[in-house]
């Protein structure tokens, strides 16, 4: 399901801007294609451009309980840390690739199938984290639904996260649906293959808060249209919720509570400025 995997994900795109400062989403359907890929900006994805034709933080521990103040401002601090930014060239395919070598993340594979068909079954550890995160990104973004899109937060949120009105994913694929020209549920209007190729742990928070980071590379195809490829990465709050519902007996990773993070920078990967700013290529293990 991740690097390594022949399987993309099929997904939507994200924006989760009301503004359109960073966020230039085109559309144009056609001979040639345009394809202008938003992404939120301040927590989840970032802005992405395409046309046809410092390292990250390392990761931070504290030993504070994730009930305490002093936790929560911990973990408000880790996930407002920036990162460095990127120019929107540098997630754009076609450039030099680097000869060096970066580590691998081993990623674990879902277990089961959870509510409004996200992959679950993680490990309770920070790659499990990572692993979720993907998971519920893309589901939401392959829907090509704002009403699947909002289920999936609705049931992958933890109280006072992200709601269905607020969420970036929603937001996304409405404005991106709505960019082009379709209904709100335009399930065979637009197909966006996402396949996660890098990420890293940006820090945790003792043992039930993660802010994982992951860098996919997005394909998009439109109806006639020539597909397009771009680099967007996103971060996410994870938190461990002890969770006996729905036949979570040992708990599950949901989205946490609060802004979502600071943007992870979109790099196409193997390029050598992603390797500098940090990312690993995940691998599940065979």
């Known amino acids: 399901m991740f690097a390594r995997t022949r399987n993309a994900y099929q997904t939507k795109l994200v924006d989760p801007s009301t503004e359109w400062t960073r966020l230039r989403l085109q559309i144009l359907l056609g001979a040639v294609a345009v394809v202008v890929l938003a992404l939120v900006v301040g927590g989840a994805w970032s802005v992405i451009n395409v046309l046809t034709g410092s390292k990250p933080g390392e990761a931070s521990h504290t030993s504070a309980g994730s009930g305490s103040g002093t936790a929560r401002s911990a973990q408000d601090r880790l996930a407002d840390k920036q990162l460095p930014a990127a120019p929107v060239e540098a997630a754009q395919p076609g450039g030099d690739l680097s000869t060096g070598k970066t580590g691998t993340l081993e990623i674990p594979p879902p277990m089961e199938v959870g509510e409004v068909g996200v992959a679950t079954g993680y490990p309770h550890t920070p790659q499990g984290a990572l692993a979720q995160m993907a998971a519920i990104d893309s589901t939401a ?32 694929v409405a404005t991106l649906l709505g960019s082009a020209g379709l209904s709100a549920d335009a399930q065979n209007g637009i197909t966006i293959g996402v396949e996660p ?28 249209a020539q597909s397009q490829q771009v680099a967007a990465a996103d971060c996410q709050r994870m938190v461990w919720q ?45």
């Not at 990420?199 to 439109?222: A, E, N, Y």
């Not at 946490?256 to 700013?277: H, M, T």
């Open 197 to 224: 190729k890098m990420g890293f742990v940006k820090g945790t928070v003792g043992s039930d808060f993660v802010v994982p980071c992951v860098d996919f590379i997005i394909t998009v195809t439109l109806p006639g």
């Open 242 to 286: 002890d969770d006996t519902q729905g036949g979570h007996n040992d708990g599950r990773w949901v989205i946490g509570p609060g802004e979502e993070p600071a943007e992870a920078p979109s790099l196409w990967p193997g390029s050598q400025a992603s390797f500098d700013a940090g990312y690993q290529w995940l691998e599940v293990p065979q």
């Open 141 to 172: 973004l392959s829907s090509a639904s704002v009403k699947i899109a909002q289920g999936v937060i609705t049931h992958w949120a933890a109280d006072g996260g992200p709601t269905p009105e607020s969420w970036s994913g929603v937001k996304g």
